[in-house]
């Protein structure tokens, strides 16, 4: 018996200057508008990289050029 696979990414909004780490709840890219659910997020400044606050969830959706999206080691 497998467990699921836990995939954690970072988002970062470019708009409002923030990286978001967490694990996928929910990811859909459509019609070039991206919807995401992270849970366990933990939220950073993007500018600085700096630790602003941890979240048990977070939902964000908006135009796919808003996002940058990469895997989390």
């Known amino acids: 018996m497998s467990e699921p696979v836990t995939k954690k990414i970072y988002i ?3 708009n409002i200057n923030l990286t ?3 694990e996928v709840d929910f990811f ?4 070039e508008n991206i919807t995401v659910t992270l849970k366990n997020v933990t ?3 993007y500018s600085s990289s700096n630790y ?6 977070i ?3 908006g ?3 808003r ?4 895997d989390a080691v």
Do not use: C, R, W
């Open 28 to 31: 859909e890219n459509k019609d």
């Open 59 to 61: 939902s964000m959706s």
């Open 12 to 14: 970062t909004d470019l």
């Open 43 to 45: 939220v950073y400044e």
């Open 20 to 22: 978001f780490l967490g």
């Open 63 to 65: 135009p796919a050029s």
């Open 67 to 70: 996002f940058h999206i990469e």
């Open 52 to 57: 602003l606050y941890s979240q048990s969830e």
